[in-house]
């Protein structure tokens, strides 16, 4: 199962209605309908750790938020190295 770090960056990317950011009701609707469960506590510990961080940042008002590019940055697969040849 992913962190609620991850799905709650994923759901800011999916529902930013329109660069005023994603409530914090669209992102617990989110990672409730992909996990099947949201605890509101791990929720609020994540989002207020994320603004603190700067992972997150707050949109149009207190209670949406926003992606940072670090954070999208951060779901992107990492690149393998290739090996060299002898």
Known sequence: MPSYTEMATKAMMKNSNFGRGASRQSIAKYITETSGKCSNAALRR??????ASGLFTNGASKQRFVASKAAKDKLKPKKKKAKAKK
């Open 46 to 51: 994540v989002l207020s750790a994320g603004v």
